[in-house]
């Protein structure tokens, strides 16, 4: 079993920048590959791929709507994954959750929510204009 627990929500101003955090517990952090999705307010709204690294944190890859803007990397030693968002726009405004694929390889990126076994609770991002 693996615990996901995001941090480093909050309310920015657009242009403004944050860190979230998700610290892993549970099983062996290396072997998963980790991603970042999101959910904006609203009826109907469904979860959003952001980004994903590899187990090794050696490949990235990331929505076109955050190219350029956000970083995803990892730190295996501290069993946590993070993403770094800066020129945040209103329109980041989410509820942004880690995931973790446990599961065996099957391709180089995971990109689609099946694609993970395990979600953290998210954390809430406020992007005023």
């Known amino acids: 079993q693996v615990q996901l627990v995001e941090s480093g929500g909050g309310l920015v101003q657009a242009g403004g920048s944050l860190r979230l955090s998700c610290a892993a517990s549970g099983g062996t952090f290396s072997n998963y590959a980790m991603g970042w999705f999101r959910q904006a307010p609203g009826p109907g709204r469904e979860r959003e791929f952001v980004a994903t690294i590899s187990r090794s944190g050696g490949s990235t890859y990331y929505a076109d709507s955050v190219k350029g803007r956000f970083t995803i990397s990892r730190d295996n030693a501290k069993n946590t994954v993070y993403l770094q968002m800066n020129s945040l726009k209103p329109e980041d405004t989410a509820v942004y959750s880690c995931?973790?694929?446990?599961?065996?390889?099957?391709?180089?990126?995971?990109?689609?929510?099946?694609?993970?076994?395990?979600w953290g609770q998210g954390t809430q991002v406020t992007v005023s204009s």
């Open positions: 995931s973790a694929r446990t599961s065996a390889a099957r391709s180089k990126y995971y990109v689609f929510t099946y694609e993970y076994d395990y």
